[in-house]
Structures are given as C-alpha cells and as structure tokens.
C-alpha cells in the first residue's frame, strides 16, 4: 500500500483527537468522514481538510478503496459498527471501550476473527510516551519485579449529555476511564500475569442529578503473580484532566504525570484559549500541556495501527484486549453489587 486510506467514522471529540494523531503520521490519508449531521460532518471535514463528509455510515462501510476504518463512534453504536465492518471485510480500529459489556466484546471479537480482518483497540493510555518508556524501563529491570500498580484517571465530568446516561455507555465513570486504567496496569505487570480477581467500590457522589451510574470509583486488581493494582477514576474531580501513573517495584518505582507536571505554567486575567482537556477555566492560573495528541498516546497509537496494516503485523493492541478489558470491568460492576472480590477468567 503506497498511502494507506483511512474512513474516519464518526466526527466528534475523539475523531479531533485521532485527526491531531494522524496529522503527524507519514503515509495516510483521511478521504471520508461520517456524522449523523450533515453539517457536522462538513464542519469537521473542512477543520481537517477531508474530501469526503458523510451522513450514511453505510455508504462509507460499502466503499471498497478504504484500507482502514477508524470506529470514533459513542459506546452504543460500537457493535453494531464493527459487526457491519466484519461482515463486509473491512479493516477496523475502534476507540476504547470496545463494548458496553462482556457479550457486545465478546460478539464483536469473534466477527473480526471470523471475517479475518485487521483489528486494534485504541487504547491510548498503553501509547502515551512516558507510560512507553516507564513499560521500557520494567523490561530492562530497572524496578525489578512489578508488585503494585496505582493508576488514576479523573476529571470534573463529561463533556457529551450521552456520556452521563448508563444504559447508552455501559456504566458510569469507571467505564468511561476505567479501561485506560485496566490496560496501563496490565501492560506495566505484563499481559502473561493474568488478572485473576477484582474488588470495586462505586457511587454517585456528587452529580446525582445527572446520572443514575457512579461518579466515583474505586476498583482493586489482583494478578497471578500475586501483585495488585489500585485504580481510581471520577467525574468530580476539579482542574482538568488528572491522568497518573505510579509503579512499584522490587528494586525500584517510577512515576507519570502527564498533566500534573505540564512544562508551562502561567497567569492571565484574560482567556487564552484551550487549556487542556475538561479544563474548567481559562483565566486564573492555568497550566497549557502542548502538543496533547503526543503526550496522551494519540499520535503514537495511529502511527502504529497504520504502520502494521502497511507491514501486514498484527498491533501490539486488539479487540482481544478490548475484550479482556470489558470482562475484568464487568465482573468489577459484579463486585460492587455484591460487596465482595469477584473472580476473573478471560480464557485468552
């Protein structure tokens, strides 16, 4: 493949994020974006200089000169989306979580398996350079042997009205960023040492207004190795974005902090435009984070899913780990309601 075509599906908050990837990505190109509006796909194609805008997914899974289609889609539409793709041996990347559930992940592993066609997880967290090179660092020893994970993921909410309404999503915060969590503290055990066990804590703190699913969770993971990994998530969390990473070792530890340690800090009475992600203020003191498709993984991840579909690889992360994912955050949603450790078994 000379220039790999990609069909970007969906024209929301994380296609932007995927279009700030792809910007930076030789060999590639966007021709066709799709929306539910017309106009919004308009919008987007012309931000992005997309030839193609759409409003009939359809048309664009039928179009045969698209190498890779992108599943930038809301939770709900997901499945569907990939089991159109399969059916039509179509080349696919969906966004995280892969389904609402265990049997919408399982349904759509099994149809990218059965079709035998190209397929990754955008699991961005697993890209993002310091967690690359704090995962470089376990390999080569530096910490010894991993025993415990802490991974946290909060902001103040959602930005999207779909987000806050559990049936469409699947769950509350834990599975709008739980799985970001559950994927960095595999990837920092190894994805050998299998999660065996969970423990999770839910409830809505603070927006009981918004949402029938919890604001705030709290989820504990137990591998065979006998190490653990605590994950916190919440959407009532004030400041932005609060993305951490802290790994423990036998023989040492490292931290990432992606946007607690921003390299610009400044003062201003006056609105500078876009801050970070979920800022809530402009003025006052802010903390800018430059370039975050780089800084969260965007740009990395859509780099190698276009790289292993030209090199005809497999990518180091598919809707196998999407689906291990929706299995370990299920049986944390059967924790909570039972109040008790809750068993894992994944089979892969």
Known sequence: MEKIKIGMLGSGFVANFYMEGLD??????????????????????????????????DSAISRNDIDLFIIALPNVLHKETALKLAEAERN?????PLGRNKAEAEEMLEAVQEADVFNGYAETEVFAPAVVKAREMIEEGALGDVTWVRSREAHPGPHKEHFWDAELTGGG?????????????????????KVTEVFAWGDTLVHTDRTEGED????????????????????????????????????????????????????TTQSGGYILEKAESET???FPLPEEAFVYGYQAEMKHF??????DKTPR??????????????????????GKWVGVDYKI
């Open 24 to 57: 930076n990505v030789p060999g590639q190109e966007v021709v066709l974006n799709t929306s539910k509006s017309i106009d919004d796909a308009k919008d987007f194609a012309s931000k992005w200089g997309i030839d193609e805008p759409m409003d009939d997914i």
């Open 216 to 267: 705030n969770a709290l989820l504990i993971l137990r591998f065979e190795s006998g190490g653990l990994a605590s994950i916190e998530t919440s959407w009532s969390s004030s400041g932005g974005l609060d993305l951490r990473n802290e790994i423990y070792g036998t023989e040492g530890k490292t931290f990432t902090d992606v946007t607690g340690s921003t390299p610009i800090e400044a003062f």
């Open 173 to 193: 915060a834990l599975m709008d960023m739980g799985g970001h969590c559950v994927e960095a503290a595999r990837y920092f055990f190894g994805k050998d040492d």
């Open 317 to 338: 992360e598919t809707f196998e780990d999407g689906y291990v994912d929706n299995v370990i955050l299920e049986a944390a949603y059967n924790s909570m309601d039972k």
């Open 306 to 311: 276009v790289e292993s579909l030209r090199k």
């Open 92 to 96: 696919m990347v969906c966004t995280k």
């Open 284 to 286: 006052g003191w802010v």
